[in-house]
Every structure is written in C-alpha cells, then in structure tokens.
C-alpha cells in the first residue's frame, strides 16, 4: 500500500549547520510533496512543497529535491538556527480528489546554540 | 485573518462515550481534510469532505464518522471511544478541492484522552 518513508528520526546539529532530512515514497503515481514543521503543542506548519514536475525549489534558507525514478526527496535547511528546533514531517500525494496525505514518521531536529 | 480553528483544544473522556469535535477551515477555503496523530508518529487521514461531499476515508473503523456544513467548517465524530483513540486530531483546510491536494493549513488539533 501507500507508504512514505522518512529518515532519520532523529538529527542533533551545530547553530550554523546544515540539516537534511529524506523521504521514500512508494507509490509511483505521487505528484505533490509538502514538508511540515510541527512545533510542541502546534499543529503541523506548510514550510515548502513540491510537485513531480519540479526537481528543486528552494526558499531562502530551506529547499527540497525531488529525484521521482528513485521515488525519494529530501528537505535541506542551511545555517540552521535554534528557532528551526522541532519535528519535521514529509508528506505525499496522488493526483485523486481524496485529499489524501501519506505522512512520513517525522523527524526530531535539535539545532545546538 | 484567523486560521484553521478547532475546539475544544482538550478534552478528556471515558472509554464507550462519545465525542464530536469542530473545525472552522480559514475563510473561503471549502475543503476540510481529518488526521488523527498518535503521539511520536505522523498524522494518519481519516477524511476529507469538499463542498459538503465525503471525497476520501482512511482506513478509520465506522466509529468515526463526520460531516461539513453549509459554512464549510465541519464535525469530526468519534463513537464507542477505546482508549486507543487516545491522540491529536487536527483538521485541515485548502482552497483546492477536486483533484488538486495542496496547500493544506492545519489547525493546532484537538487533545483527546481517553481513560
């Protein structure tokens, strides 16, 4: 069935260090994938999404890849600042009209002043 | 302008008793979509109604049921609670509809325990 991968579940990294986080959908048909910043006690936070005709888009500090023959895309956050402190989710979905997203595990995202 | 709201932000019942929870989509947005996150794991869908109309169900027992009202905001019900049903559950709202799945802005959730 739909499954969505995401690794890893947990990523420590120096203020002023890059973090990358990847995801590994599995249904072929996938056409739009949004990534989610969720902070303690919010609901999850559009930050940047992409659709299967784009291979890159980036927005100021944070940018995502989409590779479909590999059925994988990453998020990449540059100088991570201690505010980017969170869990980050990928999601994925196919062109239907259920509204449907396949979200991914999450990831704990600890930036270190 | 106000986002997605959804009351109550806690609540806490007993196993067997029933639940509704209310979701009111960010102005002009007419889809509603329904996720239920367990603490430690990503949300799972439930529903998604669209100008009043179910377009899609998770893979959710018939205890969950839901609807959306003229206005678009929309009720999500939980009946016979287990103590599995313990979790978030967070409404989202977008503009599209149809085939377009995008652009979803998620409410803060609601807090369910069950004891």
């Known amino acids: 069935g739909e499954n969505v991968e995401q690794h890893p579940s947990t990523l420590s990294v120096q203020e002023g260090d890059s973090a990358v986080i990847k995801c590994t959908y599995s249904d072929s048909a996938s056409n739009y994938f949004p990534w989610y910043k969720q902070e303690l006690g919010k609901g999850p936070q559009l930050i940047i999404d992409i659709r299967s005709n784009v291979g890159e888009k980036k927005d100021q500090r944070i940018a995502v890849t989409l590779n479909k023959t590999a059925k994988h895309f990453s998020l990449h956050i540059t100088e991570t600042q201690p505010e980017d402190s969170a869990v980050y989710f990928c999601?994925?979905?196919?062109?239907?009209?259920?509204?449907?997203?396949?979200f991914g595990q999450g990831t704990t995202l600890q930036v270190k002043p | 302008d106000a986002g997605v709201t959804q009351s109550p932000t806690h609540l806490i019942k007993t196993r067997g008793q029933h639940v509704t929870l209310r979701c009111s989509p960010i102005s002009g947005h007419k889809s509603v979509s329904w996720y239920q996150q367990v603490l430690g794991q990503g949300p799972q869908f439930i529903f998604q109604?669209?100008?009043?109309?179910?377009?899609g169900r998770g893979n959710f027992p018939d205890r969950f049921s839901a609807r959306q009202f003229p206005n678009y905001s929309s009720e999500l019900n939980v009946n016979a609670l287990l103590l599995g049903d313990s979790a978030l559950y967070l409404c989202?709202?977008?503009?599209?509809?149809?085939?377009?799945?995008?652009?979803?802005?998620f409410g803060s959730g609601t807090r369910l325990t069950v004891v």
């Open positions: 999601a994925a979905s196919t062109p239907s009209n259920t509204g449907k997203l396949i």
């Open positions: 109604y669209y100008e009043k109309e179910e377009r």
């Open positions: 989202a709202s977008s503009s599209a509809g149809g085939t377009f799945n995008y652009g979803y802005t």
